[in-house]
C-alpha cells in the first residue's frame, strides 16, 4: 500500500468541490459522494486513497503521514500552524475571517481605541496574534458552537468568526468591524511524503494548477 496515495478530505461543500477538481486531472473520486458511512475508499487501478475526515483535523492526518495530501481552509491552517508543506491555493470555499460586534455596539464604536477587550472564537491563537500585533489586550473564550450566540447572551461583545454570505450575523444583529484575513480552501502535503512520493504528487500538483 506503500505506493498509494492517501488524501484527507473533510465532508460538506469542500469534499463536493475537490471531487470536481480531482475529475478535471482525472483521478475519480465519485464514490466519495455516495450516500454511506465509510470513512476511507480506494481506487486500486489508479492507486489512490480517501479519508473522509473532520476539517481540524486534516492538517493532523498529513502532518502525521496517515495521509499525503489534505485539502482544508486557510483559517485551519492559520489556527493550527502545522509543519507541512502548502504548494496550492485551491480558490474554492471563500470566506472571511471577521471581527464582529453587535450593531447597537458598533454604532459608536472606534476599532481604533480597543485596549482591553473580550472575544468568543473558534480561533484563539489567530485572534491572539491579530489584535497582538495591534497592541490591543484581548480576552479570549474559546468556543465550539455557534459564536453569534456569545454577545447575545453577554459572554463577549465582540466575536472572530469565518463570515461568507453575513446573513448569519445580520439575523443575529450583528455587524462586521475589521477583517483578520481572507480565506480559501488549500492543498497540503506531508513533507516526507513530497521526498518519497515525490514524482506522483508533483503531478497532481502541477495538474491541479493548470486548472485553477
Same mark, same amino acid.
Given at each position: 500500500m506503500s505506493d498509494f496515495i492517501t488524501i484527507a478530505i473533510p465532508k460538506g461543500r469542500i469534499l463536493h468541490d475537490s471531487v470536481a477538481l480531482f475529475k478535471k486531472i482525472g483521478i475519480?473520486?465519485?464514490?466519495?459522494? *455516495?450516500?454511506?458511512?465509510? #470513512?476511507?475508499?480506494?481506487?486500486?487501478?489508479?492507486k489512490m486513497r480517501y479519508m473522509i475526515v473532520r476539517a481540524t483535523d486534516v492538517p493532523t492526518y498529513v502532518e502525521y503521514g496517515c495521509a499525503d495530501l489534505g485539502i482544508v481552509g486557510k483559517d485551519t491552517l492559520m489556527e493550527q500552524e502545522k509543519d507541512l508543506y502548502e504548494p496550492l491555493d485551491l480558490k474554492f470555499g471563500y470566506c472571511r #475571517?471577521?471581527?464582529?460586534?453587535?450593531?447597537?455596539? *458598533? %454604532?459608536?464604536?472606534?476599532? %481604533?481605541?480597543?485596549n482591553h477587550i473580550r472575544i468568543a472564537t473558534k480561533y484563539p491563537h489567530v485572534t491572539e496574534k491579530y489584535f497582538a500585533s495591534k497592541g490591543v489586550q484581548v480576552e479570549l473564550i474559546k468556543l465550539y458552537g455557534s459564536i453569534e450566540l456569545a454577545p447575545l447572551v453577554g459572554l *463577549?461583545?465582540?466575536?472572530?468568526? #469565518?463570515?461568507s454570505t453575513g446573513e448569519t450575523l445580520?439575523?443575529?444583529g450583528l455587524v462586521e468591524v475589521e477583517t483578520i484575513a481572507e480565506i480559501t480552501c488549500r492543498l497540503i502535503v506531508n513533507r516526507a511524503s513530497l521526498k518519497t512520493k515525490h514524482e506522483r504528487i508533483s503531478e497532481i500538483i502541477s495538474g491541479l494548477e493548470k486548472h485553477i
Amino acid at each position: 500500500m506503500s505506493d498509494f496515495i492517501t488524501i484527507a478530505i473533510p465532508k460538506g461543500r469542500i469534499l463536493h468541490d475537490s471531487v470536481a477538481l480531482f475529475k478535471k486531472i482525472g483521478i475519480d473520486c465519485e464514490e466519495l459522494l *455516495s450516500d454511506t458511512r465509510k #470513512l476511507v475508499f480506494e481506487n486500486a487501478e489508479q492507486k489512490m486513497r480517501y479519508m473522509i475526515v473532520r476539517a481540524t483535523d486534516v492538517p493532523t492526518y498529513v502532518e502525521y503521514g496517515c495521509a499525503d495530501l489534505g485539502i482544508v481552509g486557510k483559517d485551519t491552517l492559520m489556527e493550527q500552524e502545522k509543519d507541512l508543506y502548502e504548494p496550492l491555493d485551491l480558490k474554492f470555499g471563500y470566506c472571511r #475571517l471577521m471581527v464582529a460586534e453587535p450593531a447597537g455596539l *458598533s %454604532a459608536q464604536d472606534d476599532p %481604533a481605541a480597543w485596549n482591553h477587550i473580550r472575544i468568543a472564537t473558534k480561533y484563539p491563537h489567530v485572534t491572539e496574534k491579530y489584535f497582538a500585533s495591534k497592541g490591543v489586550q484581548v480576552e479570549l473564550i474559546k468556543l465550539y458552537g455557534s459564536i453569534e450566540l456569545a454577545p447575545l447572551v453577554g459572554l *463577549s461583545e465582540r466575536i472572530v468568526d #469565518l463570515v461568507s454570505t453575513g446573513e448569519t450575523l445580520k439575523q443575529n444583529g450583528l455587524v462586521e468591524v475589521e477583517t483578520i484575513a481572507e480565506i480559501t480552501c488549500r492543498l497540503i502535503v506531508n513533507r516526507a511524503s513530497l521526498k518519497t512520493k515525490h514524482e506522483r504528487i508533483s503531478e497532481i500538483i502541477s495538474g491541479l494548477e493548470k486548472h485553477i
